[in-house]
């Protein structure tokens, strides 16, 4: 298992989109960094990375550096496995492996956990220079003042969650191209239902069926923050009051049980179907 592993680790990593997307991913962040350097040097206010970005709402809230990034590397995450396993359905490859492996589910299995593996590195780098251009554009524009060791290492167990549920949501695009037999059709699928489904309809219109939803508790689990839901029926000065439905590591949890479904689904076609 280890050897069929390792070979399924080096066939990941030597595709172009493992390492072409998460540069073009790196490049944006530093864009979106050049671009709020201009924003703070012309404002009134100075960028302080513990009050702005590090931490809300006093020293005892996680740590929420990563905010909208611990969102996008799961979709990230996804897209990378769905485009691993669907582009050697499409040529032909997976035939030839299962001539020399033919226990389907062990090589279904090396390939989640090797490139599973692998995207939860490459989401950990990429929050890490997320982290580290934040830092740099305090320390050029505006303050690092209060930055301790207890925020540091809040701050690396946040980058850790953030590849934990990278690699979760690797698993679930390997999963999904399976059961659609097209990456092309999972990742179409898979964004819309992303920007329009959970993230827009879902949330606005049934924030309670939000909560349970794998997007929603990846981006509470890796920003250190309560998975909540906007209540309509109550209203007051501020607004809409927003209701605490569960933690992030029961947000973990549940994200991990929706990677569980989609596997096992996923396991069960691949063993009991064609896959020519």
Same mark, same amino acid.
């Given at each position: #298992?280890?050897?069929?592993?390792?070979?399924?680790?080096? +066939?990941?990593?030597?595709?172009?989109?493992?390492?072409?997307?998460?540069?073009?991913?790196?490049?944006?962040?530093?864009?979106? #960094?050049?671009?709020? %350097?201009?924003?703070?040097?012309?404002?009134?206010? /100075?960028?302080?990375?513990?009050?702005?970005?590090?931490?809300?709402?006093?020293?005892?809230?996680?740590?929420?550096?990563?905010?909208?990034?611990?969102?996008?590397?799961?979709?990230?995450?996804?897209?990378?496995?769905?485009?691993?396993?669907?582009?050697?359905?499409?040529?032909?490859?997976? @035939?030839?492996?299962?001539?020399? @492996?033919? +226990?389907?589910? +062990?090589?279904?299995?090396?390939?989640?956990? $090797?490139?599973?593996?692998?995207?939860?590195?490459?989401?950990?780098?990429?929050?890490?220079?997320?982290?580290?251009?934040?830092?740099?554009?305090?320390?050029?524009?505006? &303050? &690092? $003042?209060?930055?301790?060791?207890?925020?540091?290492?809040?701050?690396?167990?946040?980058?850790?969650?953030?590849?934990?549920?990278? #690699?979760?949501?690797?698993?679930?695009?390997?999963?999904?191209?399976?059961?659609?037999?097209?990456?092309?059709?999972?990742?179409?699928? %898979?964004?819309?239902?992303?920007?329009?489904? @959970?993230?827009?309809?879902?949330?606005? %219109?049934?924030?309670?069926?939000?909560?349970?939803?794998?997007?929603? /508790?990846?981006?509470?689990? $890796?920003?250190?923050?309560?998975?909540?839901?906007?209540?309509?029926?109550?209203?007051?000065?501020?607004?809409?009051?927003?209701?605490?439905?569960?933690?992030? @590591? #029961?947000?973990?949890?549940?994200?991990?049980?929706?990677?569980?479904?989609?596997?096992?689904?996923?396991? %069960?076609?691949?063993?009991?179907?064609?896959?020519?």
């Amino acid at each position: #298992m280890n050897r069929l592993v390792l070979a399924e680790t080096k +066939r990941y990593w030597a595709r172009r989109i493992t390492r072409y997307f998460p540069a073009v991913l790196a490049v944006l962040i530093f864009g979106g #960094m050049v671009i709020a %350097f201009f924003v703070v040097r012309n404002g009134d206010s /100075n960028f302080d990375f513990v009050r702005d970005i590090a931490r809300s709402d006093g020293p005892n809230r996680p740590v929420t550096v990563l905010g909208p990034i611990a969102s996008l590397l799961p979709v990230m995450a996804f897209v990378l496995g769905a485009s691993y396993i669907g582009a050697d359905l499409k040529s032909g490859v997976i @035939e030839q492996l299962l001539t020399w @492996e033919p +226990r389907r589910n +062990r090589l279904l299995a090396a390939r989640i956990i $090797g490139g599973g593996l692998s995207t939860a590195l490459l989401a950990a780098i990429l929050a890490i220079w997320m982290v580290a251009l934040l830092y740099g554009l305090a320390a050029i524009v505006g &303050t &690092t $003042g209060g930055t301790d060791a207890d925020l540091w290492i809040d701050t690396l167990v946040a980058i850790v969650r953030t590849g934990i549920a990278s #690699m979760l949501f690797f698993a679930i695009g390997v999963a999904v191209t399976l059961l659609v037999s097209s990456s092309v059709g999972a990742i179409v699928g %898979f964004v819309i239902y992303w920007f329009i489904g @959970e993230n827009f309809l879902i949330s606005a %219109f049934l924030p309670k069926v939000a909560v349970w939803l794998p997007i929603t /508790n990846a981006t509470s689990f $890796g920003n250190g923050q309560d998975v909540e839901y906007i209540d309509g029926s109550v209203f007051s000065e501020d607004g809409f009051d927003l209701i605490s439905h569960h933690s992030y @590591e #029961m947000a973990g949890v549940y994200l991990a049980l929706w990677t569980l479904l989609f596997v096992v689904a996923a396991g %069960f076609w691949f063993s009991y179907r064609d896959v020519d």
